[in-house]
């Protein structure tokens, strides 16, 4: 069994901070690329950040300057620290992992519950 559990959302004013965590947990044994995506309201859901296992990150072009993704490997853990923020970034926040499960030959996507951030104007 594998987890993702998110947590850091929360209410903020417009051009505060928020650092959201991610701890994938259970019968792991490697993870390759974790990312953060997000999902407005009416919205399709959108990749925000992504780190690779060796640490290459890539952005969205609207976080840009303003979030970073960081990894530790040693407890399967990211973190996205968020400045800056705006309304229009107000929305449930996902985390993804490709993970290679202890005693499997192939990877699977796992997704996270989400957690709500909420950026008022």
């Known amino acids: 069994q594998v987890q993702l559990v998110e947590s850091g959302g929360g209410l903020v004013q417009t051009g505060g901070s928020l650092r959201l965590s991610c701890a994938a947990s259970?019968?792991?044994?490697?993870?390759?690329?974790m990312a953060w995506y997000r999902q407005a309201p009416g919205k399709q859901r959108e990749l925000v950040a992504g780190i690779t296992g060796g640490g290459s990150t890539n952005y969205a072009d609207s976080v840009k300057g303003r979030f970073a993704i960081s990894r530790t490997n040693a407890n399967n853990t990211i973190y996205l620290q968020m400045n800056s923020l705006k309304p229009e970034d107000t929305a449930v926040y996902y985390c993804n992992a490709d993970i290679l499960p202890l005693r499997r030959t192939y990877t699977s996507n796992y997704w996270g519950q989400g957690t709500q951030v909420t950026v008022s104007s």
């Open positions: 259970g019968r792991i044994f490697s993870i390759n690329s």
